[in-house]
């Protein structure tokens, strides 16, 4: 398989300042013979012969933009991309596509797959990416805007599937919460489907992310429950230790002595107190400790 190869064409300026010298030297000796009445007729057809390949010779003109390329084929050979800018001349007889070298950016539409755990959800994604191989890019696919575009909705798809959308254990990798992870994941499955067509994959990330509509409710719900569930856990962590905090400290200072059922109810006392949602109301103890 061929690659791509840089070739530079002539000056554009000097082929056209010979153009333009040629062009007038042949008009200029025809006007000449006719005012003369000279019958050399093989020279005016000369003349004409000459601003005819003028003619021809200007189809090869052509200018490269910065930032952009020119794939240049003759009779169906490829003889070689122009990537330098400025004003050049060709082969006339040759076709010449141009290609935009700079960076470019796609945007999916938001498609709706499911998700490792089998849950619906809507994502789409940015991708953005250039051309860096012109023959690949003309020559190995029919369409290499239409191919990125494809190819990168198929790699989402695909990255949906392996990942659930949330983690419900510290260490998981997800799509909500491991954005970094996911993104360089993307971008590497993207670029090996788009490096058959000479595309480079600058970057790629989640530019949407969503449960599916008729899922969404109940797992807000769930979320909910979850971060309830996890905050309780940390605030029983909390006071548990606070708890024990409490009795080493009574114990070290010989506050007093307290048998195992006064522990166990200053215990459950101080959790009532430390995991209330709302403030506690004591009881004063007027009487002894065990009445």
Not at 5 to 32: D, H, P, Q, R
Not at 83 to 103: D, E, I, Q
Not at 169 to 185: H, I, K, Q, T, Y
């Amino acid at each position: 398989m061929a690659n791509e190869k840089e070739v530079g064409g002539l000056s554009g300026w000097l082929v056209v300042f010979v153009m333009l010298l040629a062009g007038a030297g042949a008009v200029w000796v025809m006007a000449t013979l006719e005012s003369s009445g000279d019958g050399l007729d093989w020279i005016k057809a000369a003349g004409v012969l000459v601003l005819v390949l003028d003619g021809v010779c200007a189809a090869g003109l052509t200018v490269v933009n910065p930032n952009e390329a020119s794939v240049v084929t003759l009779f169906g050979v490829y003889k070689g991309t122009i990537k330098r800018a400025g004003f050049c001349w060709v082969n006339p007889l040759t076709t010449r596509r141009k290609l935009s070298l700079r960076v470019r950016n796609f945007e999916s539409a938001k498609l709706k797959v499911n998700e490792r755990d089998g849950n619906p959800i809507e994502i789409a994604a940015v991708v953005v990416w250039r051309i860096v191989e012109t023959f690949e890019a003309v020559f190995n696919v029919d369409d290499y805007q239409n191919f990125v575009h494809v190819q990168s909705e198929a790699a989402v798809r695909n990255l949906a599937t392996t990942y659930p959308y949330d983690s419900h254990e510290d260490g998981n990798v997800s799509l909500r919460l491991s954005a970094g992870e996911v993104s360089d994941r993307m971008r590497h499955e993207i670029q090996d489907r788009l490096s058959k067509a000479g595309i480079e994959v600058i970057e790629a990330r989640i530019s949407h992310l969503a449960y599916a509509p008729e899922i969404a409710g109940a797992m807000l719900r769930r979320q909910q429950a979850t971060a309830i569930i996890a905050a309780r856990q940390k605030i029983v962590e909390g006071a548990v230790g606070m708890v024990e905090m409490a009795l080493a400290e009574i114990s070290r200072k010989n506050v007093v002595a307290l048998d195992e059922e006064r522990k166990a109810a200053m215990v459950s006392n101080l959790l009532v107190v430390l995991c209330s949602e709302r403030g506690v109301e004591p009881v004063v103890n007027t009487g002894t400790l065990y009445q």
